[in-house]
């Protein structure tokens, strides 16, 4: 069964930083695209990054300049560097992974999700 956990959430202050992990375990043969996705209270989850297999990435407008996203092939992670956050960075991020499972048919996973607050 294939699981991503994230970590790294937390309480920051504004212009503060934080550095959000994702780790793929199971049985699958190869993980595609890899991304995270965030969700304030009240709106619709968003696209923050994501990835590809090869490292070109994309990013929201509303980060760029301010977030990276990163990936180790080798430890099927995905990481969220973040820095300078503002309270509008106030989110439950998310993480996911286009990936083909053993035994089933290719399919986009989801992490649990991990509150990351920014407040002073």
């Known amino acids: 069964q294939v699981q991503l956990v994230e970590s790294g959430g937390g309480l920051v202050q504004p212009g503060g930083s934080l550095r959000l992990s994702c780790a793929v375990s199971?049985?699958?043969?190869?993980?595609?695209?890899m991304g995270w996705y965030r969700q304030a209270p009240g709106k619709q989850r968003e696209l923050v990054a994501d990835?590809?297999?090869?490292?070109?990435?994309n990013y929201a407008d509303s980060v760029k300049g301010r977030f990276t996203i990163s990936r180790e092939n080798a430890r099927y992670t995905v990481y969220l560097q973040m820095n300078n956050l503002t309270p509008e960075d106030t989110a439950v991020y998310y993480c996911?992974?286009?990936?083909?499972?053993?035994?089933?048919?290719?399919?986009?996973?989801w992490g649990q999700g991990t509150q990351v607050t920014v407040s002073s």
């Open positions: 996911n992974a286009d990936l083909l499972p053993v035994g089933g048919a290719r399919n986009v996973y």
């Open positions: 199971g049985r699958f043969y190869r993980i595609n695209d």
């Open positions: 990835i590809t297999s090869g490292g070109s990435a």
